[in-house]
């Protein structure tokens, strides 16, 4: 069983993390998402970018971070972490889950 702080612990050893939100994404993910992006920043200078398998909807455009997302074939760097949010199977990443496994360190 892992626990949240082994989960912390690992995290502390990683500088690039890729957070991914779920298929349609609505306000539940993208702001799991955003905020953990927040956290990770202040924790220690992560460098961290957030995925969606499909654009954002417009009705989130008011909101200036939400055009910080990119689309899977959007990233080209590596990460040596990837985070799912808000999301219970792995099916609920759409075209994002071949990118999701290619990391050897993934947290759902």
């Keep these: 069983?892992?626990?949240?702080?082994?989960?912390?612990?690992?995290l502390k050893k990683r500088s690039k993390i890729l957070i991914f939100c779920h298929n349609?994404?609505?306000?539940?993910t993208l702001g799991s998402a955003f905020a953990l992006k927040y956290a990770l920043e202040q924790f220690g200078g992560k460098a961290v970018d957030i995925v969606c398998p499909q654009s954002v909807p417009e009705k989130y455009g008011a909101l200036e971070f939400i055009a910080k997302t990119y689309l899977p074939t959007e990233i080209v760097d590596s990460y040596d972490?990837?985070?799912?949010?808000?999301?219970?199977?792995?099916?609920m990443l759409g075209d994002s889950y071949g990118l999701y496994k290619k990391c050897p360190f993934n947290i759902n």
């Design 81 to 91: 972490c990837h985070i799912s949010v808000d999301t219970a199977s792995e099916m």
């Design 24 to 28: 349609r994404p609505d306000g539940d």
């Design 1 to 10: 069983m892992t626990t949240l702080k082994d989960i912390a612990v690992e």
